[in-house]
């Protein structure tokens, strides 16, 4: 019977990896994760709600559909297979379908007040050693699934952490334990960004360091394990770190910042070696309830899921994961607007009506707004934010205007 481990690192963005360009901030336990697996290039969330995100990764269901979804952990123990929640703090503990877990620990959270002397003494550190203290003994279940919620509760990385990306004429350093959420004071001091960005970018290292561990020590547990075992690292959504207003989806404009998650795929067991494989296909965190739904042999499942397993491409890799006509993602914000993702273009409707429209993947942090100048294209996905609900829960076919940048 196939084993699966899950773990899903809340609030952590794609972008501030190395295996996802990031050039600044290396982070190799990422990297060696990344050279081993299927890496997901494009995964957006569904969401900014953790109610909602986790809901999509565990029954497949949009936030925008409407019909009823048999969760993943109902169809494990139906068929007589159990599932673990290891969770830091109680993190998860109020969401519906979390709570069909087979069995829940939950993993003291400390909230840091000062920065840490060293990594050992991190929160993400102390998280990490517990865990490994109970995963010996969670070998029996066929789903773990590890979540940690730090990044958008504690930065008490070192200062020294904090210290290398800092040069001669950089702002002063911010020595801050806890993510400063709301407004920017002043939205146009671009040193006040930098200052979030790399004390986020500093906890990042430190959960790159504790990753790498939690995965080495992951293979040795189960490497005496019959089993094939399944490896999934995402994020359930990102932390926004004022480049659009504010520090938290509360304080922030609509934007992939919030959205852009890594989705790694991997073999945890001796029987199958996975080498470094990428896929620059639009995919979201439904993705990862079809995937697993695939690997525990669940593919008479009656939920509606747009979304395609990626388990194919990681056993062959090269294996299209979708048509480029069919890549299109939808994603809802705390504000109630609605954005939609297609190869060539990311366009936001706000609850009033109003469209705007930036360019993919060229405009990363959607700097350059250019619905004024792309009308054409904007009253294309009018008509798309139309049927949001549809484009969410049916496959559809893009024109070829969405796919890729044509000149008028």
Partial sequence: MPKAIVITIDQLGARYLSPYGNTWNPTPG???LAATSLTMEFCLSSSTDLDQCMTSMLSGKHPLATSTH???LQQLQKDGQSSVLIQEGDSLSSIP???QFSEVHSVPFTKAGNLANSIED???AQFTGLTLDLIEQQLNHDLIWIHHAGLGASWDAPMQSRERYFGEEDPEIKEISLPPFGPLNDPDDPDEIMQNVHAYAAQVSVLDTCLGLLIEQLKEEVSGLDEQVLLIVTAPRCLPLGHHGGVGVDHSLPGT???????FLSRLDNSASVGL???TSLCQTESVYSTLSQWFEQPDSNNPHVHQSLLDHLQIPGTPYAALSEQCTVSIFPNGSTAIHTPAWFSVQSTAGQTQLW?????????NQIGS???????EFESLFERSTQIATEPISLAESLQKQLLR
Avoid: G, Y
């Fill in 30 to 32: 990422f990297d060696q």
């Fill in 97 to 99: 379908i979390c709570q």
């Fill in 359 to 367: 360019v993919k993947p060229d405009d990363r942090w959607e700097s």
């Fill in 277 to 279: 494989s990428r896929n």
């Fill in 70 to 72: 048999v969760s993943l």
């Fill in 122 to 124: 991190t929160s993400i």
């Fill in 257 to 263: 910042d919030q959205l852009h998650v890594p989705m």
């Fill in 373 to 379: 100048r792309r009308q054409d294209i904007v009253a």
